[in-house]
Structures are given as structure tokens and as C-alpha cells.
């Protein structure tokens, strides 16, 4: 029979059998192994303006947005055909010059030339969708939806 330690003096402590120990040491172990991983690193920022502006595929895709912006479709086109020409990088700037390319054609009624456009904004970039408000348009909304279902 155990009896309490009197007071001030150390509790006796019982060894633990080897089954208890070897199981304690699992348990331990495996909670070891469910501890999550680090976060990754933090993404590189990306580049600045200063810098795109460097390269001339997206030198040439900032100025074809800012004439498509400014209603200067003419210089917007050239601008947008020189960026993809140029071997724009990211998928989503080749997916973005394509969708404005086919803005532009369906308003010059060049309606088979915005399907290869928004063809070609799809291939560059699978997610590639247009916005609600731009799909409801009434001259590029249907040809989007006929060929990006």
C-alpha cells in the first residue's frame, strides 16, 4: 500500500512499465509528425512599373491599354499586336491583349476575328473569363459565350 509522503518530504514516484514507456514515446513521436509546416516564403513582388516599362512587350501592352482606354483603337491595336509579338511573359497580360484585340474587332465588325481573339485569350490563359458586365455586352458578350461556353 501507498502511503502519502509526509508533508515537506518528496513524492515516491513509481517507475513506469516498458509497455507505458514505449507508448508514451509513440504518442509523442506521432504528435511530433502532425505539426504543420513552416509557411512558405513570401511571394517576390512583382515588378515595377519602372521595370515593365524596360521590356518591350509590356512597354508596348501599357501603351495599347492606355490608347484603348483613351478610344484611340487604331493605336491601341498596333500596341496590342507588338506586345504579343514582343513574347509578352505572363500569361494573363497575353490573355488581357487578346481580350481588348477582340473588343476591338467585334465593335469593327470583324466578328471571326474576335472569336481567334478570344480563342487565343483562353489559350494563353485557361482562367481567362470576362467580367459580368463586359460578358453582357451587346456587341463581344454573345461571341465570347459562344466560344468560351
Keep these: 500500500m501507498n502511503r502519502p509522503a509526509p508533508t515537506g518530504a518528496p513524492a515516491r ?5 516498458p509497455m507505458a514507456t514505449m507508448a508514451l514515446t509513440v504518442v509523442v513521436a506521432l504528435s511530433a509528425g502532425c505539426a504543420s509546416a513552416p509557411p512558405p516564403p513570401p511571394a517576390a513582388p512583382p515588378p515595377a512599373v519602372a521595370e515593365l516599362m524596360q521590356r518591350p512587350a509590356e512597354r508596348a501592352l501599357i501603351e495599347g491599354v492606355r490608347a484603348y482606354e483613351e ?3 487604331g493605336p491601341a491595336e498596333v500596341q496590342l499586336r507588338k506586345a504579343l509579338a514582343a513574347g509578352l511573359r505572363d500569361p ?8 481588348l484585340l477582340a473588343f476591338i474587332a ?7 476575328e474576335c472569336e481567334v481573339q478570344f480563342r487565343a485569350a483562353r489559350n494563353a490563359d485557361p482562367g ?3 467580367t459580368r458586365s463586359e460578358a453582357g ?6 461571341v465570347y459565350r459562344r466560344v468560351v461556353p
Design 71 to 73: 478610344a484611340q483603337y
Design 13 to 17: 514516484v513509481t517507475p513506469m512499465a
Design 106 to 112: 467585334c465593335t469593327s465588325d470583324r466578328l471571326v
Design 128 to 130: 481567362f473569363t470576362l
Design 92 to 99: 494573363r497580360d497575353r490573355a488581357s491583349a487578346h481580350k
Design 137 to 142: 455586352h451587346p456587341l463581344w458578350g454573345p
